[in-house]
């Protein structure tokens, strides 16, 4: 007997099986879909509605952990005043909450 292996093809995979091998990476994108990306859209959504309801008076936070209170609101910025006769312009996008009226 001669020590030599044979190797064969494996069997061509119909379109069925072609379709089998793509569906666990599919099922694995709509989860993560679902568990990732649609929650930030909301939260951004909502952060974006939050924004855009600011008026003067509000308590707010923001993204550097600042508290004050709305004394002024423009366009893309608001003035917050943080102490007694201490006001600072903060740009929108970084309040991160709204604590309710001042």
Do not use: C, N
Request: hydrophobic share 45%.
């Amino acid at each position: 007997m001669s020590g030599v292996a044979w190797a064969e093809d494996a069997p061509a995979a119909g379109p069925m099986g072609q379709f089998l091998s793509f569906a666990p990476l599919v099922i694995l994108f709509v989860i993560f879909y679902f568990l990732m990306i649609r929650p930030q859209q909301k939260k951004a959504k909502d952060h974006k509605a939050m924004l855009t309801k600011l008026e003067k008076g509000d308590a707010v936070v923001t993204s550097g952990g600042i508290h004050g209170t709305i004394t002024g609101v423009a366009e893309d910025a608001v003035t917050l005043e943080i102490a007694e006769g201490v006001k600072v312009k903060v740009t929108k996008d970084f309040i991160t909450s709204k604590k309710g009226r001042g």
